[in-house]
């Protein structure tokens, strides 16, 4: 297949451009930063001009676009909630049009974030009710997604994952901290099912390849809290010394506004892969190889 992977720079278009380039075409667009990966054609691409994202993919004749690209700074989208829409939704509608005008699949990488997180365990049915402007963003981009291709499919996650320097992402930064002796409190009740980004590489390009469209929920076997996910982080990276506090959820001043349990039923995408979804602490042990440089080349979901 051709596939082109919007924001291929970004903490998940990286990891699909190495999962996709070794066995298909692979093109992948960056807005402001580049980065060489074996196999894959790099381009820039800003998706909120129309007549940009027409002529790159005119020329590339793509059978599948991975929409990856998104501004994903909560706290940025709720200071630029402007910026946030034009981004993740309205370049969504661009992209998923031009998409349209080409015959191809979208394939939209959304958030668990279009839900409130009063209950968790959120199923595809369940109503969205974002909580903040990044939410909210990402649930219109979906809407036009589904307007705008009529061969698309949505999936809903939350991703970990290591950023390309000299970006920092959330492990980095908790794997920094932890081996520096700080210590750190996590909130015991605030509950997620966060996949590893490289195995949800494999997972969107084996959907890909099945030309499956919808919307599907994927995420981690196991639903932890953001102290359980630490605590793990601590085990399988042998943070012998690190110290991690308990703490009930609250919001933080400052901040966008957060939900509280955002965890996701998988039971649809499981159904139609028949794949047993990874856990978090599997998702971590990956994590830890392919940040020494000891993984395997291939990962099996099983």
Known sequence: MRIVITGGSGMLGHRLMRRAASRHDVWCTFHTHPVKIAGCSMMPLDV????????????????????????????????????????????????????????????????????????????????????NHYGASKLLGEEFARQQCSRGLIVRTTIFGRKIPPQVGMVESMVSALRSGKSMTRFVDQYFTPLYTDLLSELLLCLAERQINGRYHVGSLDKVSRYEFSRQVIDVFALTRAEIRQGPFHQIDGLAQRPKDTSLNCDAITGILGVQLPTVKEGLVHLERDWHGTAEDSVVIQ
């Open 48 to 131: 909120t001009k129309e007549a940009e994202v027409r002529a790159r993919l005119n020329e590339i004749q793509p059978d599948v676009v991975l929409h990856t690209a998104a501004l994903t700074d909560v706290d940025e989208c709720e200071k630029n909630p402007a910026r946030a829409k034009n981004i993740n939704s309205h370049g969504t509608a661009i992209t998923a049009k031009v998409t349209e005008e080409l015959g191809a699949q979208l394939v939209y990488i959304s958030t668990d974030y279009v839900f409130d997180g009063a209950k968790g365990g959120y199923k595809e049915d369940d109503v969205p009710n974002p909580v």
